[in-house]
């Protein structure tokens, strides 16, 4: 399943049968093909473990009409063919596409989707960096038959209104035929609803906006994450011909001041980073997994999670919906120096990647706010232009929500006076021989000299390396489990007692692999940051963090 619930009633469609076949035909690839999961990653396959190539995935299945197939996520070059036919192309690993055949004969077909996940010129966002750029088709692929006409999507904004909330729907339905479409569109939320009637030219495509009146309403929050369906249906002649449910929450988010509020009320975050990973399974995680890394985040007293660097699954948002974790979605951007922002398809590939993610999670209410650029080259004219234009394009798709940038510790960042929501990472005591409110307070005057004055602030990163399993009973040595959770403690008291500081985000939640190239600063080729392993083995820093969180 592609959600964690139904999205269609009257739509007939569904998940490819998960055993495909694939081939590796370049260098440390296999001689013969094999069976893998969809979705998964090759690197799960013992042999492929650090295959960089090509893998040419294939399968079969019954179908026939106006197909659409819709690959949630291909790492990190996607290639569809149908029959041999070209379908579609797809750069970036973390967001979805779709492709639409019209008439294909009843039948047999063959799907083919050519994966690449080669580093090379074409690539400015995937890159060796401090995770791993894995290969495969990392999220369900849906095979769906279409009628003459369908709901593309259904974007719903909740709005406080005197009279209780309302939600606002624009509705985007296409035809698929060669005569012009005559129907009417429904869309029903919370036993209320609203219609208005649908007029495409041939082959057209329209947008619809249907305001659903829903009164008083229960609203959503992490402490009462209530959901509602939302219901959209198209129709011609009297009959349901299409639909597409999803599901809302009423909940507004503001910047007042320094404060983030949620419904009124101001939010103290308190959360982790996250890297979409676990174990063998790399960037593809099971759901069961990603409910399991949920509750451990709970367990520890956590209310936030940030899904660094790039948008995640939607069915893990699917779960902080249904569980209220909030979540921080950034769109896909890692450590650039100003050299790398000037690569001539950097911008093109994280306006789409930025564009895609908003699109495509709009409807979550876990999503409080956006994040972009992790880490670049702020300091620099070129680089802060560039943040200008991603926050900008931030705001223009969604201005229901901040939007923000985790910066680098480093003084001399040039947008402290764009952003919504003011963010840093910092590591004393791990990076840096300084006490956590020694940093705190110097990163404090910096902003406030420096055009940032007035703003919530949120730690995005703090946090030290420990190898799960290496014990220094003194507490001393780098990488124990021992030092980093005293460094741990150290960092969350002082940040947690600062009421100048909105929340933080432990790096990070679980270890992640890194690229090779990462090798020496990294032991195991890992980032030993979590406070579980990479399999979620606890390690001492767990514990300490859910005293001071629950504290
Ligand atoms: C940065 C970066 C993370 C990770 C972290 C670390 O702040 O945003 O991706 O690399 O540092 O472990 O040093």
């Known amino acids: 399943m592609e959600r964690t619930f139904h999205t269609h009633r009257i739509r007939k469609g569904r998940e490819c049968a998960p055993v495909w076949t694939l081939t590796t035909p370049d260098p440390g690839g296999l001689d013969h093909p094999v069976k893998v999961m969809v979705p998964g990653v090759w690197e799960a396959h013992p042999a492929l473990r650090s295959y960089r190539g090509r ?82 088709i990392n999220r369900p692929v849906i095979v769906e038959e279409l009628p003459e006409a369908y709901i593309v999507g259904c974007r719903v904004t909740p709005r406080r209104t005197p009279y209780g909330w309302s939600a606002d729907a624009e509705v985007t339905v296409r035809s698929l035929s060669d005569e012009p479409f005559d129907g009417a569109l429904t869309v029903s939320v919370a036993g209320q609803e609203r219609s208005c009637p649908v007029r495409l030219a041939p082959g057209g495509t329209g947008g619809f906006s249907l305001e659903v009146t829903c009164g008083r309403v229960a609203a959503w929050s992490p402490e009462r994450p209530r959901l509602y369906t939302v219901k959209t249906v198209l129709s011609a ?98 450590g650039f120096s100003e050299e790398q922002m000037r690569h001539p398809l950097f911008m093109q590939q994280l306006r789409k990647c930025t564009e895609e993610m908003v699109e495509q999670h709009y409807n979550h209410p876990c999503v409080f706010i956006w994040g972009c650029l992790n880490e670049c080259a702020d300091d620099t004219p070129y680089g802060a232009a560039c943040y200008r234009e991603i926050l900008s394009l931030l705001r223009r798709s969604d201005s229901t929500r901040p939007a923000t940038a985790a910066l680098l510790e480093r003084p001399g960042s040039l947008v402290f006076g764009d952003v919504d929501v003011l963010s840093v990472n910092m590591y004393p005591g791990w990076y840096r021989d300084e006490s956590t409110s020694d940093a705190l307070k110097r990163k404090k005057q910096e902003i406030a000299e420096h055009g940032g004055q007035g703003k919530p602030l949120i730690i995005s990163e703090i946090g030290a390396g420990a190898v799960f399993g290496y014990h220094d009973p003194f507490g001393e040595s780098k990488w124990s489990e021992e030092r980093q959770s005293a460094i741990l403690e150290e960092q ?40 579980v392993d990479e399999y979620r083995r606890p ?9 001071l969180f629950r504290g």
């Open 237 to 334: 002649g009297g009959t349901d011909i299409d639909d597409l449910i999803d599901r809302i929450g009423f909940r507004e988010i503001r910047v007042e001041g320094k404060r983030i509020l949620l419904n009124g009320r101001p939010l103290r975050l308190k959360g982790f980073n996250r890297h979409e990973e676990l174990g063998s399974f790399g960037l593809s995680v099971p759901l069961e997994a990603m409910m399991r890394d949920v509750y451990l985040m709970r367990d520890m007293g956590a209310n936030c999670v940030r899904t660094c660097h790039y948008p995640n699954d939607p069915r893990f948002l699917d779960l902080c919906d249904e569980i209220g974790l909030l979540v921080w979605e950034e769109s896909h951007a890692r």
């Open 55 to 136: 893998g040419i995935y294939e399968t079969t299945g019954i179908g026939g009409g106006n197909v659409r197939v819709s690959c949630g996520g291909v790492s990190f070059r996607a290639r569809v063919y149908m029959d041999g036919e070209f379908l579609t192309e797809h750069y970036g690993a973390y967001t979805g596409f779709e492709a639409v055949v019209r008439d294909l004969p009843r039948g047999e077909h063959r799907l083919r989707v050519e994966v690449d996940n080669r580093f090379g010129e074409d690539s400015a966002l995937h890159v060796p960096n401090d995770y791993y750029a894995y290969g495969g």
């Open 492 to 531: 969350l008291r002082a940040v947690l007692s600062d009421p100048d500081v909105s929340g933080v985000f432990i790096w990070q939640f679980a270890d992640c692999r890194v690229d090779d190239k990462w090798a020496l600063m990294r032991p195991r080729t890992y980032n030993n940051k979590g406070v």
């Open 539 to 547: 390690k001492n820093a767990y514990w300490t963090v859910k005293s």
